[in-house]
């Protein structure tokens, strides 16, 4: 029988690594998403601290919304508990003292990573350097994932870690869903800006080629947030990331809380009707299933890390 410690451990460490990848999508992708809108747009890089959850930190320490503030607080900043560099410096230590129960492959490489960030990190924040460095920390943190899902016995060790792992997808998800619903309709030609704001949101979750092979319609937002809230078969379309968790959930003791608030948030997500929803109401719906969503992490943790 696993300890609750190194269950917790297990647990967090997927979710740091997840947690890391898709901070930096998410600035790689707003990045791209302010040069493509139309001039005059009106949209910023305030944006990104309200959709992390940490505006109030922000503006704690920064008095300017501006790009250079925030990405240094989304990728550098160690007072940020869910900064880039957090993220992966809390994945290594979570892993390096479970060792007992990963492949020595796991730790070398995201020792590797710790590593890498730690080199590179001045040459993220400015533009010229920030999308080499960022698409190399997405490409390490899919190999650790490819890398524990090939190696790892299929135990209550690799349960935690794919439930972790799923639920913070979902998660991530939900805010890049968050952030199109803020920007839809700002500008004066709302379908140019919708299309490219929901292409963007696609790219960012590795969706786009999936959405026009499954979905077979120009990008438009209800129909990328219908394939991102309710698709079944997108790995990162929330829907899917709740039946991973719910399928980890079920091989694990004493599943029943856990199980209960998965099930309490998949029937929410399967009568959201995005045909009826407008922009305010998408961004009321999306907060309703982070509340969930934080409410299947706290079950987790009171069913086996208490």
């Known amino acids: 029988m696993m300890l609750s410690r190194v ?12 947690r890391a990848e898709n901070t930096a999508r998410l600035v790689n992708t707003y990045h791209f998403l302010l040069l493509d809108l139309p001039r005059g747009t009106p949209v910023g890089w305030e944006t990104l601290p309200v959709i992390a959850g940490g505006h109030d930190l922000f503006v704690d320490h920064y008095q300017r919304h501006d790009e250079r503030n925030t990405v240094k607080f989304l990728l550098a900043d160690r007072f940020n508990p869910c900064s880039l560099s957090n993220s992966i410096a809390y994945a290594r230590e979570n892993c390096r003292t479970s060792r007992e129960v990963l492949p020595e492959q796991v730790w070398e490489q995201i020792n590797e990573l710790h590593n890498y960030l730690k080199n590179k990190i001045g040459e993220a924040l400015p533009r010229r350097g920030r999308f080499d460095v960022l698409t190399e920390i997405i490409q390490r943190c899919q190999q650790l994932t490819g890398l524990m ?5 299929q135990d209550s060790a690799y349960d935690f870690l ?4 799923n639920l913070e997808r979902a998660d991530m998800t939900s805010r890049v869903i968050d952030i ?3 920007h839809l309709h700002r500008a004066g030609d709302a379908e140019t800006v919708d299309v490219h704001v929901w292409t963007s949101m696609l790219r960012a979750l590795d969706a786009y080629q999936m ?3 499954d979905v077979q319609l120009a990008v438009s937002w ?3 947030v219908v394939y991102l809230l309710q ?3 997108l790995p990162r379309a929330i829907a899917h990331c709740l039946d991973r968790v719910e399928e980890g959930l079920g091989c694990l003791p004493e599943p029943q809380r856990g199980l209960m ?3 309490k948030v998949r029937r929410q997500l399967n009568n959201i009707n995005v045909a009826g929803l407008n922009e305010e109401k998408l961004h009321e719906e999306v907060d309703s299933l982070q509340v969930g969503l934080s409410g299947i992490n706290t079950a987790i943790s009171k069913s086996w890390f208490g």
Do not use: L, P, Q
């Open 162 to 165: 794919r439930i972790g792992r």
């Open 211 to 213: 959405y026009r092979k």
């Open 149 to 153: 899902a090939g190696t790892m016995s």
């Open 222 to 224: 209800r129909a990328a």
């Open 261 to 263: 608030a998965v099930r």
């Open 180 to 182: 199109g619903a803020m």
């Open 231 to 233: 698709n079944d078969t």
């Open 7 to 18: 269950a917790w451990r297990i647990y967090w460490m997927a979710r740091y690594i997840e």
